[in-house]
């Protein structure tokens, strides 16, 4: 099994990052997202990372150029999956948008596509069926600023062809991940796993007026020696993806606690689109967050 046209459904926050990854790599990729207009945005944004490339990995102008060769736009699904031998999708983080992807998908992709779930939190098996292709669908998730923190998850569900996952397993190591293989399903894989219960004690502070951001983060900045804190993530992750979580979570389990914090981050972040590092402020202003500061921790 051989990947070399790859289809990035959705060009937010992770999805532009993996088709700019894929297309330094080497690899024919075609961005796909709901219209024209998000597709332009996209452009702008693969620019500013073309910059982050040189900075961070020495990147040559050349091979930047040889990047946007690699790169085509459509916001036609059908056009856009009309050659993929593996479709990546990172719709927003919500079932209900993601399963009707799905049948969608299902209807115009090739035979021989591969689909492959960018989801953070959510299993492969909750699609599955909506792929039609249960044997050809995968998770494959990456971290944020995946140029730099290159880790790639790959859990399959029950019914995964293992040669499946295998091949994708070898498209990481290709686009120049850490392949990290998961040998059953878990919510929220390895990464997640770890870093939800962090973000989700510091929004649980914060709502409780326990403490604010910066103190929280200070906390654990200083105490672990960590780069960023839970509220410097969470403005990289980005607010929406937080929100959506948790949105999911006080549905299920009608916690107080929780729909507190939805309505919390709904107020004062969502609908003033402070959204993190993407819209230049969210817990921090950027492109200079406080917490870069040498003085932050003093």
Known sequence: MNFKNITIAGSGVLGYQIAFQAAFYGFNVTVYDINDAVLEKAKAKFETMSNAFKTDLNATQEQIGKTFKNLRYNSDLEIAVKNADLLIEAVPENPEIKIDFYHKLAKVAPEKTVFATNSSTLLPSTFAAATGRPEKFIALHFANTI????TAEIMGHATTDPNVFNAVVEFAKAIGMLALPLHKEQPGYILNSLLVPLLTAATDLLV???ADPKTIDKTWMKATGAPLGPFG?????????????DKITAGKTKDELKIKTVQFLKENYIDKNKLGVSTGEGFYKYPDPEYKNPDFLT
Not at 233 to 242: E, H, K, R, Y
């Open 147 to 150: 140029w730099i923190h290159n």
């Open 208 to 210: 409780s007026e326990v």
């Open 233 to 245: 993530i969470l403005d990289v992750v980005g607010i929406t993806t937080a929100y959506n979580i």
